[in-house]
C-alpha cells in the first residue's frame, strides 16, 4: 500500500474512534463537495472542461 492510503486509512479509523459513526457520512459529503467545487473553480480558470472536448467531437 502507499503512503498515502495507510495515512488516510488512519485518519479515518480516527475520526472514527473520536467522532463515532453517525458523522462519518457527513464528513464524506463535505469532502466529496470540496473536491467537486475545487474541479469546477479549476475548470472554469483554466478554461478545459471534459465536457467541452466531448461535446466538438461528432458522433459516428
Known amino acids: 500500500m502507499s503512503d498515502i ?5 488512519l485518519i479515518l479509523l480516527g ?3 473520536f467522532r ?7 464528513i464524506g459529503a463535505a469532502l466529496g463537495h470540496g473536491v467537486r467545487e475545487a474541479r469546477l473553480a479549476a475548470d472554469r480558470k483554466f478554461g478545459s472542461s471534459d465536457d ?8 459516428p
Do not use: H, K, T, Y
Open 20 to 26: 463515532g459513526p453517525r458523522v462519518l457520512p457527513r
Open 52 to 59: 467541452e472536448d466531448q461535446a466538438a467531437q461528432p458522433r
Open 5 to 9: 492510503a495507510v495515512v488516510l486509512i
Open 15 to 17: 475520526l472514527l474512534m
